[in-house]
Each structure stands twice: as structure tokens, then as C-alpha cells.
């Protein structure tokens, strides 16, 4: 029985590449086959309060938070007091919200490639199982890796996968560019109900090319990003973007109907996340 498990595992593994056709290159993955924390040689952290007036801290390398088990990410958000390292009651006055909070009600994680690998132009695809429940706010997205030097939204935002807890059936795709975002209403982005992603794992992928950006869920394209030809403004992802896996609480889309606080603890199941290029890609994965 185990050589009969063994060929057929040898040859599912064979077939990946295939599926996508022979053109489709593995250049980088994790397939989380090992326990504990997340690799530190693919996988950073955020830490802290970080944007859109989340309500979740994030914490780093904390098994609570982030941990693999049984061949599988788990991204933990829990209902807990946690103490900000960063407070500083005097920031209050001048709205800088992340500091003037002594102690965050909730903690999760983000994890990053940023530092560790980053990527232009390819196939992007992560198998997961998402958390629900009011205020979760599941994602699978990219940033440019020149955020640092020319900020959000200049550096490029690819939001591969999105969810929101009161509306736990909907999966969004988007992406952010200085011409086209949500801060001025110009957003572009779409949008696919698919059944129980909370119970069933999807693949949610994108396929990054010179001239667009196709978004899918499992073998269902239903968003095309297009390269307009007007520049850098609306198109800004000729340059290396690194993968962001976190889930946020609440904030200013996840809290929109508030938090329903008898959910937690929710997890965030990551089966894998694998990177494909073609065998003529002009800027491959690039590695740290």
C-alpha cells in the first residue's frame, strides 16, 4: 500500500506543472512541510499596528499567530489584551493611532516575503482555507518592493484574494496603482461568490503579464487588470512585487458592521503558495 501511495504522490507532483502547461516554470513555493514557525528563510513578519485602522496587532514569530502544523500555514487571530511596545500616549494629539493605543483586543499575523523573495510577472498561487465571522479580513495580496522610496499607492498594489466576514461567500480581487485606488474612488477590481470558502480550500491565483493581470479563483478568471499603455501611474507593475498572507480585524472595510467577538479564535489554513514563470520571462523570482 505505501508504494501505491508513493506513485501516485510522485505522480501528482509531476502532473503540477503540467496542468499549466509545459511553458510554466516552478521558481519558488512552500509547501509547509514541516512544523513549527514559518521558515525564516522565505518568511518575514509585520509587527505592530500597520494600516487602514486595523484592530488586530501583528505579532512576530509567535506559534499563537503563525505556526505550521500537519503540512498546513495556520494564521491564528484571537480575542486576547496584548500590550503595545510602541505606545506613546503623547502621539494621540497628533492622530498617529498605531502608537496612541496602549493595548491591542486582538492579535493576528502577517507574514512577508519582502527581503526574502519578490517577483515580477508570473503565475502567483495560494491554496487556503479562509477564517469568517463579522470583522475577519482574510488576504492574499503584493506591494512593490520600492513602497519604502515611493509609497502607497505609486508602488503598485495586487490584491490576489480578499474577504470580509459579513459577507463570507464573496472573494475580490483588486489593484491599486496612483491613477486607479480606492482613496480617490477610482478603484478597479472585481468581484465572484463562490460556495463556503470558510469550509473548502480554493486556489486563488493571478497570472501577471507585460500587458495585464488575470485574477482567478481555482479555474474561474473573473477579473482582468490591463496594461492601458499611459505609464507608470496606471500601470506600475513592471517592477519586483513581495507576497503578503495576514488577517486583519476590523478596520476600515473588515469593521464596516462591526466584530463579532464570539468567533474567535478564527484560522487562516494556507495549504501552499507556489510561484511559476515561463521559460522566456524576462525578470525572473529574485531570491535574498
Not at 503540477?16 to 516552478?26: F, H, I, M, N, R
Request: glycine share 8%; with cysteine.
Amino acid at each position: 500500500m505505501n508504494r501505491i501511495l508513493y506513485f501516485f504522490f510522485v505522480i501528482f507532483i509531476i502532473s503540477v506543472p503540467t496542468a499549466l502547461g509545459s511553458e510554466w516554470k516552478l521558481v519558488w513555493s512552500d509547501e509547509f512541510n514541516y512544523s513549527g514557525l514559518p521558515n525564516p528563510e522565505k518568511w518575514n513578519y509585520e509587527t505592530g499596528f500597520i494600516r487602514n485602522r486595523e484592530l488586530q496587532y501583528y505579532t512576530k514569530a509567535r506559534k499563537e499567530n503563525a505556526r505550521v502544523e500537519n503540512g498546513t500555514l495556520i494564521i491564528e487571530s484571537r480575542k486576547e489584551k496584548f500590550r503595545n511596545p510602541s505606545y506613546n500616549p503623547d502621539t494621540s494629539r497628533r492622530g498617529r493611532w498605531s502608537r496612541s493605543r496602549e493595548f491591542a483586543d486582538y492579535t493576528s499575523a502577517s507574514l512577508i516575503t519582502r527581503g526574502k523573495a519578490s517577483f515580477c510577472y508570473g503565475r502567483i498561487e495560494v491554496r487556503a482555507k479562509l477564517p469568517t465571522g463579522r470583522g475577519t479580513w482574510p488576504a492574499i495580496w503584493m506591494l512593490g518592493t520600492n513602497i519604502g522610496e515611493v509609497g502607497w499607492p505609486t508602488c503598485g498594489e495586487i490584491d490576489i484574494m480578499e474577504n470580509v466576514g459579513f459577507d463570507p461567500n464573496r472573494i475580490h480581487a483588486n489593484s491599486h496603482t496612483k491613477k486607479y485606488n480606492h482613496a480617490r474612488n477610482t478603484g478597479k477590481g472585481s468581484s465572484i461568490r463562490v460556495s463556503k470558502p470558510y469550509k473548502k480550500f480554493y486556489i486563488y491565483a493571478v497570472e501577471w503579464y507585460p500587458d495585464r493581470i488575470d485574477f482567478y479563483v481555482d479555474d474561474n478568471k473573473y477579473f482582468t487588470y490591463k496594461n492601458e499603455g499611459t505609464g507608470e501611474a496606471a500601470w506600475p507593475y513592471d517592477k519586483e512585487q513581495y507576497l503578503i498572507l495576514n488577517t486583519a480585524i476590523g478596520g476600515t472595510w473588515g469593521g464596516q458592521k462591526g466584530i463579532d467577538d464570539s468567533i474567535f479564535p478564527q484560522k487562516f489554513y494556507i495549504d501552499y503558495v507556489r510561484v511559476y514563470q515561463k521559460e522566456d520571462a524576462s525578470r525572473p523570482a529574485k531570491k535574498k
